[in-house]
């Protein structure tokens, strides 16, 4: 079954680049981005491992826990390492999830129930649907989803921003525009009373409609 927002991620427990991962508990009061990936050594997928290894920084700074996940054996992923560092610059220092069995994949809802068989004896183009983000709150709930295509590279810049605005409208009454960048006015949510806002944002607003309230970013 497919993953809708505010699900509860599934939890399992499947062997890493860095041991065995219980899933929960390995999130535990962290946010997390789970990114999958069809099969190891393709070239999509290589610049993206690489790229999400450099973002690693930025994503700590807002507790936020990187782990890939591909559709071949753990064995695989640890001679793909160095192919990512010698393309990209850059080594993941976080996990990559083996899926050979592709049971992770199936419980994600990536790949159907009824499919059969082990990674060994699969392409890529027989996961192209394992081509998924996933950004999951502490409280284990699905946050987002994003699917992408095979030859789409992903844009993680874009996902770094989705967290900020979702860490933000967590904490504070608001919503963000479109395009929102951190630090950005930001929008009262309509659940909001003018009264209610009024105590929680005496500084005022802009409205240029009744129903659209401009506010400057809570943080």
């Given at each position: 079954?497919?993953?809708?927002?505010?699900?509860?991620?599934?939890?399992?427990?499947?062997?890493?680049?860095?041991?065995?991962?219980?899933?929960?508990?390995?999130?535990?009061?962290?946010?997390?981005?789970?990114?999958?990936?069809?099969?190891?050594?393709?070239?999509?997928?290589?610049?993206?491992?690489?790229y999400?290894?450099?973002?690693?920084?930025?994503?700590?700074?807002?507790?936020?826990?990187i782990?890939?996940?591909?559709?071949?054996?753990?064995?695989?992923?640890?001679?793909?390492?160095s192919?990512?560092?010698?393309?990209?610059?850059?080594?993941?220092?976080?996990?990559?999830?083996?899926?050979?069995?592709?049971?992770?994949?199936?419980?994600?809802?990536?790949?159907?129930?009824?499919?059969?068989?082990?990674?060994?004896?699969?392409?890529?183009?027989?996961?192209?649907?394992?081509?998924?983000?996933?950004?999951?709150g502490?409280?284990?709930?699905?946050?987002?989803?994003?699917?992408?295509?095979?030859?789409?590279?992903?844009?993680?810049?874009?996902?770094?921003?989705?967290?900020?605005?979702?860490?933000?409208?967590?904490?504070?009454k608001?919503?963000?525009?479109?395009?929102?960048?951190?630090?950005?006015?930001?929008?009262?949510?309509?659940?909001?009373?003018?009264e209610?806002?009024?105590?929680?944002?005496?500084?005022?607003?802009?409205?240029?409609?009744?129903?659209?309230?401009?506010?400057?970013?809570?943080?």
């Amino acid at each position: 079954m497919k993953l809708q927002l505010g699900d509860t991620a599934p939890d399992f427990t499947a062997q890493s680049t860095q041991g065995e991962i219980r899933f929960h508990d390995w999130i535990g009061d962290s946010w997390c981005v789970l990114f999958s990936h069809p099969k190891d050594f393709t070239p999509v997928c290589t610049t993206e491992l690489g790229y999400m290894a450099g973002l690693e920084a930025e994503f700590a700074k807002r507790n936020v826990k990187i782990i890939g996940l591909s559709i071949d054996a753990v064995s695989d992923h640890e001679r793909w390492l160095s192919d990512i560092e010698d393309v990209t610059g850059h080594r993941p220092s976080y996990p990559l999830i083996g899926d050979p069995s592709l049971s992770v994949a199936k419980l994600f809802g990536m790949l159907g129930a009824a499919v059969n068989g082990s990674a060994s004896a699969r392409s890529a183009m027989d996961n192209a649907t394992v081509r998924n983000v996933y950004v999951i709150g502490p409280d284990k709930k699905v946050k987002l989803t994003i699917a992408y295509p095979m030859t789409t590279g992903r844009n993680f810049d874009e996902i770094l921003r989705v967290i900020d605005s979702l860490q933000l409208t967590a904490e504070h009454k608001v919503a963000t525009p479109v395009n929102w960048t951190k630090g950005e006015e930001v929008i009262i949510v309509p659940s909001v009373s003018d009264e209610a806002a009024k105590e929680k944002f005496p500084a005022g607003w802009r409205a240029p409609k009744p129903y659209i309230r401009y506010v400057a970013c809570p943080q």
